[in-house]
Structures are given as structure tokens and as C-alpha cells.
């Protein structure tokens, strides 16, 4: 979903990070001329813009780095003028194929001026301690140190996603199934293609009714990716018996792919059920708590460790 903070500046960023030939850890650093600092590659949300697709988007624009988002790590805040705060949300990031499905569905992105960036480096952990100019900024490094240490670094995502808003059923007299999205479900789908492409999706997968395939869409169509309907996630079928959608999840959620699955808000709890399944005492608390879960059109986003 996109976010929402009062009158603060939302920005966002990564911590792109390797396995150097020694299987020590490295994190990708930028320096900013302008004021003479070692950071995080970030920057400012664009209108219309998500937080995951604005963190991609930047650290395509300062790096050159074509990146899929993994976990989520410390926000930051802090003060800016004027009585207003700014917000940094940032995520654990590894490089992947400029080839690859989801990268077809980003926005194109202009390089980052000299002025702006005029050097990277890929940096050991303990050179990125000395380095990286502002203390706060160590918060997210030391996040990703331990969840590296903890094997809890490399995951994959799977993104449930409820349709976009609908035309109200009082007012529609075809088949439910054909029920499609209204203009400004249109709109959400099309910044949902920014958000499910910033997670390097590579499959979709949607109740067969309209108005889920509808949401979706704009990401497969631009991805270049069908998207394979399954009869189980309809509300009617779930409606009848809960076990085949929950069965349908978790075979999903089991294969080894970045994935979107787009369902009903009655669905929910059967498929919110099944993640909290799954929790560890990490995680436990993470998943929303009350129905429905999601609003329309919004998106919950699992990190999946295999194994």
C-alpha cells in the first residue's frame, strides 16, 4: 500500500547486499557530494508512487543496480524543518537478471547526475561501520548483519493481494465472475504493477473472477506473464468449502518461486490462517489481526526462507 504519515517526506531505500568469494558479507554504499556523506542509496516517493517501487527505482537511478526487495529493515526518522519529520523505510536488496519478468514491468529510470552520486562501493561490514557517515544509519546494517548470521537473509516473497474496488454487485446485473474493477480500481492496479515488480515476481496467480485478474494485469501484462486462475480461490468455492482454498495456498506458498496471488476479501481469513501457520517466533505478530485484513486493492507481502 502506498503510505500515509501526516505531513512527513517519505523516502525510501535498501541495503543492496552480496556474498563476497570469502563468504564474508558486503553492502553497497553511495557517496553524496553535495554533502560530502557516505549513506544508504534513497530518495524522495514520487507521486502515485509505492514505497517498495520508489526504493527500486532509486537505487536503479544511484547505482545502476537492478534489484529485487527482500526483507523489510529498520525505518528511519528524524527531523527536517519546519516542524515536519522525514521517514525512510528501508529493505534488504539483492542484485537480479535485468532480463527477468519483473524488471520489463518497472518504469525506465534516468541515471543519478554526478552532483547527485559521484561514487559506490561495495563495502565489508566492518569498513561499512567506519564509512557510512551518520549513526542511525547503522540501524538497517545491523539488521542485516544478523539476519545474514542467522540464515534468515536470503527469501523469497509471496504477495497476497485483495482485488482492486469493484462495481457494487446491487448495481451490476451479469455473472458475479465478470463484475469488473471501477477507475479507481484501475489507478490502484496500476500502482500495484510498480509494488509487485519491486519483490521480482515471477508468477501470478488470481481467483478466475474479473475483477482479481483485472487487479493484477497491468504487473503480468507488462511482465510479460500469464496469469493462471485457480477455482478454489473464488468466494463461491470458498463459501462452499474453506479446505480446497486453503489447500490452494499452500501449494502455492510451497513452490520455489516470487510469486502474486490476487483473492477475495472472504478469503482472507482461511489464507491469513494458513501464513500464520508458518510464523516463526520472529515473525509471530507480524500478519494483520482482524477482518477484513486488507483494504481493496491492498497487499501483504510474506518472506518466505525455504527449508
Known amino acids: 500500500m502506498k503510505s500515509s504519515n501526516g505531513d512527513a517526506q517519505l523516502a525510501a531505500g535498501a541495503l543492496v547486499w552480496r556474498v563476497a568469494d570469502g563468504g564474508g558479507l558486503e553492502v553497497l554504499a553511495v557517496h553524496r557530494p553535495r554533502y560530502d556523506d557516505w549513506s544508504w542509496p534513497k530518495g524522495k516517493l514520487d507521486p502515485g508512487e509505492t514505497l517498495p517501487a520508489c526504493a527500486v527505482r532509486e537505487v536503479a537511478e544511484e ?143 488470481s481467483s478466475p473472477a474479473l475483477r482479481c485478474i483485472q487487479t493484477i494485469n497491468p504487473f503480468a501484462q507488462a511482465a510479460g506473464i500469464p496469469v493462471r486462475g485457480y477455482p478454489a480461490l473464488t468466494e463461491e468455492s470458498h463459501a462452499e468449502d474453506h479446505e480446497p482454498t486453503a489447500a490452494t495456498i499452500r501449494k502455492l506458498l510451497g513452490k520455489h518461486r516470487n510469486r502474486v496471488v490476487c483473492v477475495h476479501r472472504p478469503t482472507l481469513p482461511t489464507i491469513v490462517k494458513v501464513l500464520r501457520s508458518h510464523l516463526t517466533t520472529r515473525t509471530r505478530g507480524a500478519l494483520p489481526r482482524t477482518n477484513p485484513f486488507l483494504p481493496a486493492g491492498g497487499a501483504l507481502v510474506a518472506h518466505v526462507i525455504d527449508g
Open 63 to 205: 547505482t545502476g543496480q537492478i534489484i529485487k526487495l527482500g526483507i523489510p529493515l529498520p525505518t528511519l526518522r528524524y527531523p527536517i524543518g519546519g516542524g515536519r519529520m522525514k521517514v525512510v523505510r528501508y529493505w534488504a536488496a539483492e542484485a537480479m537478471s535485468k532480463d527477468a519478468p519483473a524488471v520489463a514491468a518497472r518504469d525506465k529510470v534516468k541515471p543519478a547526475s554526478k552532483h547527485e552520486i559521484d561514487e559506490m562501493r561495495w563495502l565489508p561490514i566492518e569498513d561499512a561501520r567506519h564509512l557510512i557517515s551518520f549513526h542511525d544509519d547503522l540501524r538497517p546494517l545491523e539488521r542485516l548483519v544478523e539476519a545474514f548470521e542467522q540464515g534468515r537473509l536470503r527469501t523469497r516473497t509471496f504477495v497476497v493481494v485483495r482485488h482492486a474496488r469493484a462495481r457494487r454487485r446491487r448495481g451490476w446485473e451479469g455473472p458475479d465472475q465478470r463484475r469488473p474493477i471501477t477507475s479507481g480500481g484501475r489507478e490502484r492496479a496500476e500502482e500495484l504493477r510498480g509494488l509487485i515488480a519491486a519483490y521480482g515476481v515471477e508468477r501470478a496467480s
